[in-house]
């Protein structure tokens, strides 16, 4: 995807066509889903980090030194991930930021720890990507197992007298949400009658939705990604099915309301907080926007792992790996989501990481307590 904004971006077909290693003053290795279903999210952590790189780099860089940006298709898809994650390490970059799906980000997380890489992910949110141990992992983005647990209380709050299913997309990241959701369930003492999982990127869900009604489910919690939920919730309207859908974070996108259609319309879904509506990132939101791009979803996210890379870089006083993280360990970093720091195992605190939003009038907004009730 074309960059809205004035940044040089090394090649990769070049980079990888010939055994010759890449070199520039800082190179960042971006992987992610730039060509597949998911490839808005590429789009968005291209935007959020070729924004604060640019601004870097106009102010002198990091330790005086440039930086370049290596984006690397992931597909989202276990084996492209490793591939991906083998081609940076072979390219010496200095930070891998990216790997938006749990499913590329924990197998290429092994690759980055064997060959001593740093990799930051403002996305991926399955508890295996940190709970592995690693020392080079860092992340900022909340762990399925909250917002697992939001769905599930909500769930058992409001829907506990009537039929509930858990639908996932079999892959790590819907799994996993859906399996921490279905724990805190049962912790509450409700049952769903139905845990199912579907086949990702299909174009017609008649068969779940024939499943859901004749198990009469009135709510539906979808664990996936937003092209799968919008056309279940889209067909499920078609027929007249009013069931209620309750999403995960991903569904904070214009994409899903592109999907779905007026049939987003009351689909709830914890997500990060709305940065753009925070006063104090007026300016850096007009900047996006002045260069022709709304940062949504989770660009302005992927904008902080590079703030807070390079000012981990610049209290370090160095790019060597074990210095750099040693400041990551052990400094707070003041960012729009406010003060963050980095616990033991590389997950973000200091921040509420999953609000409520709803989908209403073809966008979504911060829940009104009322209408997370029925």
Not at 114 to 131: I, K, Q
Not at 265 to 281: Q, S, Y
Not at 313 to 322: F, H, M, Q, R
Request: proline content about 5%.
């Amino acid at each position: 995807m074309k960059l809205s904004f004035a940044l040089i971006i090394v090649a990769v077909a070049g980079a990888f066509g010939t055994a010759s290693p890449v070199y520039a003053e800082i190179l960042i290795g971006v992987p992610g889903p730039m060509t597949c279903g998911m490839a808005w999210f590429g789009e968005q952590m291209q935007e959020g980090i070729g924004m604060k790189v640019a601004e870097l780099n106009a102010a002198g860089g990091v330790l005086g030194q440039q930086i370049e940006l290596l984006p690397v298709d992931d597909y989202c898809d276990r084996d492209q991930a490793i591939a991906a994650a083998h081609k940076l390490v072979e390219a010496r970059v200095d930070v891998v930021v990216g790997h938006f799906c749990s499913g590329a980000a924990i197998p290429a997380s092994i690759i980055y720890e064997e060959a001593r890489v740093l990799f930051m992910s403002s996305g991926a949110t399955n508890p295996t990507l940190t709970d592995q141990g690693f020392r080079t992992v860092f992340r900022l983005a909340g762990r399925d197992t909250l917002q697992g647990t939001m769905a599930a209380d909500q769930l058992a709050e409001n829907w506990h007298a009537q039929n509930i299913a858990i639908v996932h997309d079999g892959q790590a990241y819907g799994l996993g949400v859906a399996e921490a959701a279905r724990q805190r369930l049962h912790e509450r003492g409700v049952s769903e009658v139905m845990f199912a999982a579907i086949e990702p990127r299909k174009t017609d869900y008649f068969d779940l939705i024939d499943q859901l009604q004749a198990n009469r489910v009135d709510a539906l919690f979808f664990s996936g990604y937003a092209e799968e939920a919008g056309l279940i919730i889209r067909q499920a309207r078609s027929r007249g099915y009013g069931v209620r859908m309750i999403g995960p974070d991903t569904l904070n996108t214009e994409f899903f309301g592109q999907v779905a259609g007026p049939a987003s319309e009351g689909v709830l879904f914890p997500a990060n907080p709305e940065l753009r509506d925070k006063p104090e990132a007026a300016p850096l939101v007009a900047r996006f926007r002045a260069n022709g791009y709304e940062p949504e979803g989770i660009t302005l996210q992927n904008y902080i792992v590079i703030q807070v890379w390079a000012e981990a870089v610049e209290k370090a006083g160095t790019l060597e790996l074990d210095a750099v993280i040693e400041a990551l360990r052990t400094h707070k970093f003041d960012t729009l989501f406010g003060t963050i720091g980095f616990d033991a195992n590389g997950d973000v605190y200091g921040y509420d990481p999953f609000v409520w939003y709803i989908w209403k009038g073809g966008q979504y907004a911060p829940v009104d307590p009322a209408e997370l009730t029925e």
